[in-house]
């Protein structure tokens, strides 16, 4: 079965500095990984995602993924991080039900950035 | 512009008052789903829908109705709220396959007293 774990519910960092989200998955089919992001009251909107076309994947914003099959993660890093990157993300991992396609979502990591 | 609307965006009720809130997006997709966010749980699947008509339980249906007459609408029906049904509600919806992106609504902040 499919799952998302996503390491620390909270990270701070300071602006400018590493951003790093930690994401490992589990899946017993080749996977299709995702990364969202929830700014304040609104809805998920999608950072970027890995279809297998290439390990390294690049999304909006600066954010970028890395898949590693040998470690089963897919953790998401920005090199320099800015006020406006202060949101909630959601590392989520499709799987195949009943000829439906579900999203199954880790349970979010609150980026902190402060000056 | 392609997007999913969601109404009400927040919205009040007691326990037993009968609610629908209503989903629409015009992107002409097939699947459309309803989840609910709850803080440390992520989003949870209440119901999706592969097409008009044809609907089925995501993890945490209990509590929950869905109907799918049209292709753009996917309303949730709580027929009776109670406060364990208090969350923030979201509906999505997608071309289905298992590499394509959800579209998500604004959410709908639903309290029962």
């Known amino acids: 079965a499919q799952s998302v774990t996503q390491l620390g519910s909270h990270v701070s960092v300071s602006e400018g500095a590493l951003v790093l989200l930690r994401c490992n998955y589990s899946?017993?089919?080749?996977?299709?990984l995702f990364w969202y992001v929830q700014y304040p009251n609104q809805g998920l909107q999608l950072l970027l995602k890995?279809?297998?076309?290439?390990?390294l994947v690049k999304g909006i914003n600066g954010f970028e993924a890395e898949f590693k099959k040998s470690e089963t993660s897919f953790h998401l890093t920005k090199p320099s991080a800015h006020m406006s990157d202060a949101a909630e993300y959601f590392c989520?991992?499709?799987?195949?039900?009943?000829?439906?396609?579900?999203?199954?979502f880790g349970a979010g990591t609150r980026l902190a950035v402060h000056p | 512009e392609a997007q999913v609307t969601q109404n009400p965006r927040y919205l009040i009720t007691v326990t037993g008052k009968k609610l629908t809130v209503t989903c629409s997006q015009n992107?002409?997709?097939?699947?459309m789903s309803w989840y609910r966010q709850d803080p440390g749980l992520g989003l949870r699947q209440i119901y999706y829908?592969?097409?008009?008509?044809?609907?089925d339980k995501g993890d945490v249906p209990e509590g929950y109705k869905v109907s799918r007459k049209e292709k753009r609408n996917f309303p949730l029906i709580l027929e009776s709220p109670s406060p364990n049904q208090t969350s923030l509600y979201f509906c999505?919806?997608?071309?289905?396959?298992?590499?394509?992106?959800?579209?998500f609504g604004p959410g709908t902040r639903l309290t029962v007293l």
């Open positions: 999505a919806s997608s071309l289905g396959g298992a590499y394509n992106e959800q579209f």
């Open positions: 899946s017993s089919v080749p996977p299709y």
């Open positions: 890995y279809t297998s076309a290439a390990t």
């Open positions: 989520a991992v499709s799987a195949p039900v009943r000829g439906y396609n579900k999203l199954i």
């Open positions: 992107m002409n997709h097939e699947y």
């Open positions: 829908s592969m097409n008009v008509e044809v609907t």
